[in-house]
């Protein structure tokens, strides 16, 4: 249910980014580097395209107090944000940490200016994405506080961040724990764990070709499932003694040379004793529960049909005296419990990862899926099969591109619309291409449909108009594209698939041009569009019923229009005194609300008591294992409840916050929902670093109706299924906002 952002790029190469020894902080930007182009202990980029696009410097002229600030502007077409990040690489005690800084902006548009904070090792992060900072505004401080778990805490990564257009200045960076100067808060000394001082295979993996025989592939598999039940099932592992990628790269040759199956059963035995003894366990019993949602599934690991006795027989002890409470690699967020994957390097700066890693990358996210995605029963495949089918397309894939396109198709396959790989991705934006056209489009009616226009340039309203069918693009018809790209199209159903598809793939390429057939009025004609960069097009605007006005307003007069995207908590009391004498509200849900309304608009319509949604969570001690908790309800508010009737559009841009917001709005019986498919994305984000720098997420929790029905790639109970028409685009209608209005009307 929560938000992601550009913000994740930054997650993905800095969670795995050694931190910068230092034991002053910088906040005040007034100490330089040796040739003053930036503040001393500041990194100013990531990658060479975002300096490019958003060269960051230190002003000497613009500055809130002392000599300099630090400037970023959006100047090139290269990446979508740019950012500077400061690291404090210790651990401090104290339950809260506060960030204040200092911000001015000039013409910031298509995103956002401000502060971020986050602090590795929890899920504490902030990036004032729903409170951003747009426009041109003089000097104004800004506050960011998040709660700080000691326990977890590893470093404190904090800066300003532009998406979008414009520029943005920084300055007088305070940060505090408890209240109290970082420099002066008292820091924890930390130990580094065996597996961080294990960097034997930082660089490589020594193993660069892999020839694969029907042998081969069957040990490699054996391989995968026996290295993920030990990352996560091995004591001597969950204590961090254990660096599980080095291990993978020092018993991986010996798997390679076995030459049947007790040869490999010999090579994992020998490379299993010497991770240590497993302690017995005389309290651990199996879970016997009556909320069990999932059960572990352990793949081929006991079926006595690959692997020895006698290496089944060690992996059952290891499994009956489970005593795991913490693990290295894997926690579960606290108050909400989806997995947090800690301690995974990214090695970014592997573009295209040997052998080994392309392997290691298969191994990783096979293995988080198998025992921490609370969705594996949905996938549509034995998921055992897929670690064997992608074996060789991981081994053989021959460059960069291809292990990316593996590693999309991989992550498509668990159809999670909240999976795919996220940021700056330079290698998968290169083979996507950088221009689109200037026009709007999506699927109605099964075709590919102009529906308006994001830029009123290059005479493109004078080619296409809204209702034209798009039938081939550059002479490939339309049908067979889309059979090319869906198995790089993530998402949990094909409506979130054939939602993404226009932007992902179809209108978008590296060339200048692009040559469309087209439909209209049942005539066949050809255009020639005009491509822009994708950073000249407001993406952020796609759909915005009144994007220069509030998020709320009256609509013929008797009839409240609520847009989520735009809702503020604090204009709370303004929309309910606006609403106050109407016959109904519309509640346009197909956006992302910019703020969580369950515990603040809910009660205000809720008429009743109903629970709306249970969650199922998974298990450090018992890897595999989802229980589902009770129903939770929110209670209307002690007065002023709405008592017309409400009515919540949806349709596939309706996701994860979205749809739990939905849930719970209709709990209340007199809601409606009206609308298509939903994203069918729901929980809790979680993400994934993979070699390669390559970012994903997952849905982390899963999410359930009382009566246990599921919502992730079903989406939302809809009450009345309406969709567009094509006669409707053409005729400029909101049908589904039509359809709203007389069901509150009649």
Not at 181 to 186: C, D, F, I
Not at 352 to 370: C, F, H, K, T, V
Not at 439 to 467: C, I, M, R, S
């Amino acid at each position: 249910m929560k938000r992601f952002s550009p913000l994740w790029l930054i997650l993905g190469l800095l969670s795995c980014r050694p931190a910068i020894s230092q034991t002053q902080f910088n906040g005040d930007l007034e100490t330089l580097s040796a040739d003053r182009l930036k503040p001393v202990g500041w990194i100013t980029y990531f990658q060479p395209e975002q300096l490019k696009a958003y060269p960051v410097k230190v002003d000497s002229v613009v500055k809130q107090q002392g000599k300099y600030a630090v400037s970023i502007e959006k100047t090139g077409e290269t990446a979508d944000f740019g950012v500077i990040d400061y690291v404090i690489p210790k651990t401090f005690k104290g339950n809260k940490v506060e960030l204040r800084g200092y911000v001015k902006t000039e013409n910031v548009t298509a995103g956002y200016a401000g502060l971020w904070l986050r602090v590795d090792g929890s899920q504490a992060f902030d990036n004032m994405q729903d409170r951003g900072i747009t426009g041109t505004t003089d000097w104004k401080e800004y506050v960011i506080e998040l709660p700080y778990d000691e326990t977890k805490a590893v470093n404190i990564h904090l800066g300003g961040l532009l998406v979008g257009k414009g520029k943005m200045w920084v300055d007088n960076f305070r940060l505090f724990i408890d209240g109290q100067p970082v420099q002066q808060a008292k820091a924890i000394e930390r130990e580094m764990a065996k597996a961080e001082r294990d960097t034997a295979f930082n660089k490589g993996s020594k193993i660069d070709t892999v020839l694969l025989g029907k042998q081969q592939i069957s040990n490699l598999t054996m391989l995968g499932q026996v290295w993920g039940f030990i990352k996560y099932h091995h004591p001597n592992v969950a204590k961090g003694d254990v660096n599980m990628d080095a291990e993978l790269f020092r018993v991986m040759p010996a798997v390679l040379k076995a030459g049947n199956n007790d040869e490999l059963s010999a090579a994992l035995a020998n490379w299993l004793k010497g991770l240590g003894p497993v302690p017995k366990c005389s309290t651990c019993v199996p879970y016997k529960g009556n909320n069990i949602k999932l059960s572990p599934d352990y793949g081929q690991l006991f079926n006595g049909k690959v692997l020895s006795k006698t290496l089944t027989g060690e992996l059952s002890n290891m499994l009956n005296n489970q005593a795991i409470a913490k693990n290295y690699y894997v926690s579960l967020a606290p108050g909400v419990g989806n997995p947090v994957f800690t301690n995974e390097m990214a090695y970014s700066a592997m573009k295209y990862p040997d052998a080994g890693y392309r392997l290691l990358s298969l191994y990783r996210y096979w293995s988080m899926i198998q025992y921490y995605f609370p969705y594996k029963h949905l996938i549509a495949e034995n998921w055992n099969d897929v670690l064997v089918d992608c074996m060789p397309k991981f081994v053989r894939s021959a460059n960069a591109t291809e292990y990316t396109l593996n590693t999309l198709a991989l992550i498509a396959r668990v159809h999670d619309t909240h999976a795919n790989i996220w940021g700056s991705n330079r290698v998968l934006n290169d083979y996507k291409g950088k221009n689109a056209v200037p026009f709007k489009a999506k699927f109605v009616e099964e075709q590919l449909v102009v529906t308006g226009y994001y830029n009123d340039t290059l005479n493109v309203k004078e080619l296409v108009k809204p209702g034209d069918m798009i039938t081939a693009i550059n002479g490939k018809p339309v049908t067979e594209l889309i059979k090319k790209y869906l198995p790089y199209t993530p998402a949990s159903n094909y409506a979130a698939q054939l939602r993404d598809l226009p932007l992902a793939f179809l209108l978008r390429s590296s060339r200048d041009k692009l040559t469309l057939n087209l439909q209209r009025d049942g005539k066949q004609f050809t255009a020639i569009i005009n491509m822009l960069p994708m950073a000249k097009i407001n993406y952020a605007a796609d759909y915005d019923p009144n994007p220069k006005g509030k998020g709320f307003y009256l609509m013929d007069k008797n009839i409240g229009y609520l847009y989520p995207g735009k809702y503020h908590n604090k204009d709370l009391d303004a929309i309910k005194a606006l609403f106050e004498q109407t016959r109904g509200i519309i509640v346009d849900m197909r956006c992302y609300p910019s703020e969580f309304m369950p515990y603040t608009f809910g009660p205000y319509i809720k008429t009743n008591n109903t629970p709306f949604v249970k969650f199922s969570t998974g298990s450090i001690s018992r890897p595999g294992l989802f229980v589902i908790g009770e129903p939770i309800a929110i209670p209307p508010a002690p007065s002023g409840v709405y008592k017309g009737k409400i009515v919540v559009i949806v349709n596939e841009t309706s996701q994860s916050q979205a749809e739990y917001t939905t849930m719970c709005f209709q709990s209340s019986p007199n809601v409606t929902v009206i609308g298509s498919t939903t994203a069918g994305a729901d929980g809790n984000v979680s993400s994934i670093a993979l070699p390669g720098g390559i970012s994903t997420m997952i849905s982390g929790i899963g999410v359930y109706y009382p009566d246990g029905a599921e919502t992730q790639r079903k989406g939302v109970k809809i009450d009345v299924l309406i969709k567009p028409t094509i006669a409707g685009i053409k005729a400029g209608r909101d049908e589904l906002l039509d359809r709203a209005k007389d069901i509150l009307l009649k």
